[in-house]
């Protein structure tokens, strides 16, 4: 099991920031990829950043040259870095870790949440 613990969030004015971090712990050893995702009130839940093992990263279109997403050297630890921030931002923010799931007769990901926390952009 891993287990996903959020800090950050919270009310800023557009053009404003804020950094969301997130800690893994327990049974991280096969967590490859950690990232961000978002849900706006009647909305799905979105990719908003992730980045992998290796340092490569992806990014919503909405949020590329605004948002980064970063992750420590020991690769249990994520961080979003938010700038420019718009109201079309505003929604819960959810940290994601992925673990490799190998048996005879499957392989995938298995995801992790965080419990989310609230992003509110003022205009």
């Known amino acids: 099991q891993v287990q996903l613990v959020e800090s950050g969030g919270g009310l800023v004015q557009a053009g404003g920031s804020l950094r969301l971090s997130c800690a893994a712990s327990?049974?991280?050893?096969?967590?490859?990829?950690m990232g961000w995702y978002r849900q706006a009130p009647g909305k799905q839940r979105e990719l908003v950043a992730i980045?992998?093992?290796?340092?490569?990263?992806n990014y919503a279109d909405s949020v590329k040259g605004r948002f980064t997403v970063s992750r420590d050297n020991a690769g249990n630890t994520v961080s979003l870095q938010m700038m420019g921030l718009k109201p079309q931002d505003t929604a819960v923010y959810y940290c994601?870790?992925?673990?490799?799931?190998?048996?005879?007769?499957?392989?995938?990901?298995?995801?992790?949440w965080g419990q989310g926390t609230q992003v509110t952009v003022s205009s």
């Open positions: 327990g049974s991280i050893l096969k967590i490859h990829t």
């Open positions: 994601n870790a992925k673990e490799e799931v190998v048996t005879w007769s499957f392989r995938g990901d298995h995801d992790y």
């Open positions: 980045i992998s093992s290796n340092g490569s990263t």
